[in-house]
């Protein structure tokens, strides 16, 4: 791995386990970093979009970061989605990440108030000032109505020695190629989005932060290094192996899907915060994500 690289490979963006009654699950948690330390992961992020980052409160953000360093304990590193649309509260967000012993963080483009290029910028620069911690960079323009460009991304990874790889969340293989051919030696591109994964990897991309790993982490992060190692053959085959699962992870809003499946594992209850809902026991949707995981799953469609 290179030396500046939070990790390479695969690390999954995790779901956030809540109890019948609206608190976190601790122990599913706890049990879920397990489950991905097992399965082979590089590197874990807590409190991304899959994490329901915005329904999450302050209290409960330290709770998780705390759980994950004391569970993960050095195994893999712990990447911190802190990034929001307010500059001061994701510098609040990312100083007690960094002070709870998280080893990276995850700042995502502001939504809602949809900044220019050099606004993106100025919030990335003003967060590593205060906060003495690597920084991953998240484009997902699909939720934030704002879309990272490559230049920008590139003058972050130049301008900022913080600044050292980028979640790509925005299916523009064009933009991403622009990224891999002009990037700085060590800076890491992730894919973002699990089906892309291959494509990205076969560019010379490090890795990827994962949806699909919350309930496969094993089979993802053999695809991920398969990829890596060079073996395309064998990621290929597993790409497609994957593939209905994966796009059942998006047969409705994420982490819904997902965490229908680890709830079916026994890991966890399906219980998502609103104004998210949980699918119903008996709607065709659930049943067509339930069969798509029928393949490496014991559960019944």
């Given at each position: 791995?290179?030396?500046?690289m939070l990790f390479r490979g695969a690390a999954p963006a995790l779901v956030t386990p809540f109890t019948a009654g609206d608190e976190i699950d601790e122990d599913?948690?706890?049990?879920?970093?397990?489950?991905?330390?097992?399965?082979?992961?590089?590197?874990?992020?807590?409190?991304?979009?899959?994490?329901?980052?915005?329904?999450?409160?302050?209290?409960?953000?330290?709770?998780?970061?705390?759980?994950?360093?004391?569970?993960?304990?050095?195994?893999?590193?712990?990447?911190?989605?802190?990034?929001?649309?307010?500059?001061?509260?994701?510098?609040?967000?990312?100083?007690?990440?960094?002070?709870?012993?998280?080893?990276?963080?995850?700042?995502?483009?502001?939504?809602?108030?949809?900044?220019?290029?050099?606004?993106?910028v100025a919030h990335v620069e003003t967060i590593a000032e205060a906060a003495d911690a690597p920084i991953i960079l998240y484009n997902v323009p699909g939720r934030?109505?704002?879309?990272?460009?490559?230049?920008?991304?590139?003058?972050?990874?130049?301008?900022?020695?913080?600044?050292?790889?980028?979640?790509?969340?925005?299916?523009?293989?064009?933009?991403?190629?622009?990224?891999?051919?002009?990037?700085?030696?060590?800076?890491?591109?992730?894919?973002?989005?699990?089906?892309?994964?291959?494509?990205?990897?076969?560019?010379?991309?490090?890795?990827?932060?994962?949806?699909i790993s919350n309930a496969l982490p094993e089979q993802f992060s053999r695809l991920v290094e398969a990829g890596l190692d060079g073996d395309l053959a064998t990621?290929?085959?597993?790409?497609?192996?994957?593939?209905?699962?994966?796009?059942?992870?998006?047969?409705?809003?994420?982490?819904?899907?997902?965490?229908?499946?680890?709830?079916?594992?026994?890991?966890?209850?399906?219980?998502?915060?609103?104004?998210?809902?949980?699918?119903?026991?008996?709607?065709?949707?659930?049943?067509?994500?339930?069969?798509?995981?029928?393949?490496?799953?014991?559960?019944?469609?």
């Amino acid at each position: 791995m290179a030396d500046d690289m939070l990790f390479r490979g695969a690390a999954p963006a995790l779901v956030t386990p809540f109890t019948a009654g609206d608190e976190i699950d601790e122990d599913a948690f706890c049990d879920l970093i397990e489950a991905q330390i097992d399965g082979g992961v590089s590197g874990l992020v807590v409190l991304g979009t899959t994490g329901e980052n915005p329904t999450v409160t302050v209290e409960e953000r330290r709770r998780l970061v705390d759980l994950a360093v004391e569970t993960t304990d050095g195994r893999v590193p712990v990447i911190v989605g802190t990034g929001t649309n307010n500059t001061g509260e994701s510098v609040d967000f990312s100083t007690a990440a960094v002070e709870a012993g998280a080893d990276g963080l995850l700042v995502v483009g502001p939504y809602y108030n949809k900044p220019s290029q050099p606004g993106f910028v100025a919030h990335v620069e003003t967060i590593a000032e205060a906060a003495d911690a690597p920084i991953i960079l998240y484009n997902v323009p699909g939720r934030t109505s704002f879309n990272l460009e490559a230049e920008t991304t590139l003058q972050l990874a130049e301008q900022v020695p913080q600044v050292v790889g980028v979640k790509e969340a925005s299916g523009d293989l064009e933009q991403i190629g622009d990224i891999l051919l002009h990037r700085p030696e060590d800076f890491a591109v992730y894919s973002g989005d699990d089906e892309i994964t291959l494509p990205l990897l076969s560019m010379g991309g490090d890795g990827a932060v994962s949806v699909i790993s919350n309930a496969l982490p094993e089979q993802f992060s053999r695809l991920v290094e398969a990829g890596l190692d060079g073996d395309l053959a064998t990621a290929r085959r597993l790409h497609f192996d994957l593939l209905p699962a994966m796009r059942a992870c998006f047969l409705e809003t994420n982490p819904i899907p997902v965490k229908d499946v680890c709830a079916a594992m026994g890991w966890m209850e399906p219980h998502v915060r609103l104004p998210l809902l949980p699918m119903d026991e008996r709607a065709p949707v659930r049943q067509r994500v339930l069969s798509a995981f029928e393949e490496f799953l014991d559960v019944a469609a």
